[in-house]
């Protein structure tokens, strides 16, 4: 079995993201297998080039791990022969700087999601890319979410007769940082440091309409800042300049209406973090990120409204699991599989960072409608 290594720069190998789903669920993961087979026989071997700002932590992180070869000079790791790959899950600012620097140096690209701040940032990084011949990925990992590849084999069966509506709720209470510590960065929070959901969430929500019930083809949504002062993670008190909710309502094309809660100040009374109703002619599903129930036409009872007696039924019991049929692996690990597998062997792969700029762009005009209070028109992006 021949082995072909591939050199792949991690920048932003400290952070939550870049950590624990791309380095430790990921590429170790992958290394852990033996590296990712191809058809031909061939294995993909991961060398990992850990990039970052902090001497101390690469060295903590590499040995941890029983790697080797870090840097914090980003210039120079650009500049090997032996690096095809460049990765980035820094803070989403620091983010077009790098890319376009990995694109100068005819590097591969696989990155975090937002692609870059706005859409015509992401879709100049877009040109450049193609012009400069180089492989890009932009991260779409809820796609490969077994809750969402359920419902996904739903879709491909035609389970749903015609899709109706899509109703997401996605969500949880993040600390304010005052008596419990926040579980998330405090940049998530500050506007002037690239935060807020919009931003974070709405990449997401484009590319699962996108690829399950059709493209997006206008937004209305309103936003709130409804915690306005947090600590951060030394301790000092900050004023919240970022949205931390939003309502978004998105036409779809075909003509299914989704309906979207994203907000971290929202206390959680689902199964899931996030779950997604499907509502068909046919037939509805819930989706969460694990889990994917059913309710057929043919067994769907007959509620009748009486807020005079208790309810008799237990709604919930009413519903059947979509059983997995097949093992699902970590969604990061799968699409990190299917890039490295496109940069080696050519292999299709969809999300590419067009796919990227149009999440961008949802995310973009999501903000104009919330800020002008109107329904805005998705046009189609084209590089
Ligand atoms: N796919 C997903 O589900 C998902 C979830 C959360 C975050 N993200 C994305 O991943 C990226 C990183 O998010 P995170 O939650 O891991 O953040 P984080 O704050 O935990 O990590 C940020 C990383 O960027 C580095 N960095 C580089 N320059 C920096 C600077 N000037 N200031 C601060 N940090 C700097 C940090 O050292 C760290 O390694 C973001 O772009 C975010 O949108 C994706």
Known sequence: MTRRSIGIIVNGVTGRMGYWQHLVRSLLAIREAGGVPLADGTTIWPHLVLVGRSEPKLRQIAERHGLDDWTTDLTAALARD???????????????????????????????????EDTEAALDLARAARAAGVRTGVVQDKLFLPGLRKLKRLLDGGFFGRVLSVRGEF??????????????????????????????????????LE????????????????????????????????????????????????????????????????????????????????????????????????????????????WTDVPDNEEFDNGFKVQWEAFLRHVVAGEPFP?????????????????????????????????
């Not at 999300?351 to 189609?380: C, H, I, K, T, Y």
């Open 171 to 208: 969500g949880y209470w993040v600390f304010e940082g005052d008596w419990q510590p926040a579980q998330r960065p405090s940049w998530n929070y500050r506007a002037e440091d690239g935060g807020g959901i919009v931003v974070d969430m709405f990449p997401h929500w484009h590319y699962v």
């Open 351 to 383: 999300w590419d960072f067009l796919a990227g700029a149009r999440g961008v762009q949802l995310a973009e005009l999501g903000l104009v409608s919330a800020r002008e209070g109107r329904r805005v028109e998705v046009p189609e992006l084209s590089l």
């Open 82 to 116: 032996d690096v095809q790959v460049y990765f980035d899950a820094q803070v989403t600012q620091q983010r077009e700087k790098a890319i376009r620097q990995a694109i100068d140096a005819g590097k591969h690209i696989y990155t975090e999601k937002p692609l870059a």
């Open 211 to 318: 690829e399950l019930f059709g493209a997006v083809r206008s937004v209305s949504c309103v936003t709130a800042t409804h915690v306005p002062r947090r600590v951060d993670e030394s301790g000092r008190p900050y004023p919240a300049t970022a949205d931390d909710a939003a309502y978004g309502v998105f036409e779809l094309e075909g003509g299914v209406i989704a309906q979207l809660n994203s907000s971290w100040c929202v206390r959680v009374h689902r199964d899931e973090l996030v779950e997604f109703q499907v509502d068909g002619t046919e037939g509805s599903a819930v989706a969460g990120l694990r889990r994917c129930r059913v309710q057929h036409r043919a067994v769907t009872p007959k509620p009748v409204w009486n807020p005079d007696l208790p309810a008799t039924e237990d709604f919930r019991a009413q």
